[in-house]
């Protein structure tokens, strides 16, 4: 009975490697995919909408107010933002550089018509806050019921 459960035990240790060499070797011949790969291509959006304005949020990291440019119309918002390596300090050498360029396009189509003239933009901690003032005709209202005997 020992030898038939050494033998067991053997063989289940020998499937085990032949398991973890077959994981390995197919691991070894996937392509090799760069963390980055994962994130979003573009910046993901939150827009709050409050009495009497809309705010988008976006995060926008590694970028400065300078990197970024926001336009709006009545309907939408298109937020671009480009970075180059250009203006690196001299006399650096790098052996490898992979953050030359960085950049997206987003465009938001909103849920109500706002006032472009009146929207603004800021950027705080690596986030971009666009506050939109809704317009007149988008602004929501209660109206009082009034009875009315004939």
């Known amino acids: 009975m020992e030898d038939a459960?050494?033998?067991l035990l053997k063989g289940v240790a020998?499937?085990?490697r032949k398991v973890e060499r077959a994981f390995?070797?197919?691991?070894?011949t996937l392509p090799k995919v760069p963390p980055s790969a994962f994130l979003p291509s573009e910046p993901l959006?939150?827009?709050e909408d409050r009495d009497?304005?809309?705010?988008?949020?976006?995060?926008?990291?590694?970028?400065s107010k300078d990197e970024i440019k926001v336009r709006v119309t009545e309907d939408s918002v298109e937020v671009v933002a480009e970075k180059s390596g250009e203006g690196v300090e001299e006399g650096r050498r790098y052996i490898l550089r992979q953050r030359l360029y960085s950049?997206?396009?987003?465009?938001?189509?909103?849920p109500v018509k706002v006032r472009p003239e009146m929207a603004r933009a800021k950027l705080v901690n690596g986030v971009l806050e666009i506050h939109l003032p809704k317009s007149a005709e988008a602004k929501e209202i209660e109206l009082t019921v009034e009875e009315v005997e004939e």
């Open 5 to 7: 459960m050494s033998d």
């Open 14 to 16: 020998e499937l085990q």
């Open 24 to 28: 390995r070797d197919l691991w070894a």
């Open 45 to 47: 959006v939150d827009i």
């Open 52 to 63: 009497d304005e809309l705010v988008v949020y976006m995060d926008v990291p590694g970028f």
């Open 103 to 110: 950049g997206f396009r987003k465009r938001i189509d909103l």
